[in-house]
């Protein structure tokens, strides 16, 4: 059974870092395009960053620049992570990791909570 775990987020001041940590178990993950999404109350999920199993990598607009996806595949990890820097108050969400989108979703997580607030 494929397992989804996100951690990693909090109450941080803008301007500020987190890094995003998904733990998958229950899949074959090292062949996997995975991604980063985040979810506002009452708003649809939207997709914040993708990476394939080489590697390369795509963000939305809004976080081009300031987030980093990987991941670690070595010594079965499963690991994907998202490195936020220059925080805004508009990315304050819950934040989750699941398969790319051209692919069919895993069951979501619970994912990790990120406030962005001074």
């Known amino acids: 059974q494929v397992q989804l775990v996100e951690s990693g987020g909090g109450l941080v001041q803008p301007g500020g870092s987190l890094r995003l940590t998904c733990a998958a178990s229950?899949?074959?993950?090292?062949?996997?395009?995975m991604a980063w999404y985040r979810q506002v109350p009452g708003k649809q999920r939207e997709l914040v960053a993708t990476i394939t199993s080489g590697g390369q990598t795509t963000y939305a607009d809004s976080v081009k620049g300031r987030f980093t996806i990987s991941r670690d595949n070595a010594n079965a990890k499963n690991t994907v992570y998202l490195q936020m820097n220059s925080l805004k108050p508009e990315d304050t969400a819950v934040y989750y990791c699941?398969?790319?989108?051209?692919?069919?979703?895993?069951?979501w997580g619970q994912g990790t909570q990120v406030t962005v607030s001074s």
């Open positions: 229950g899949i074959i993950f090292r062949s996997l395009s």
């Open positions: 699941n398969r790319d989108p051209v692919y069919a979703r895993f069951a």
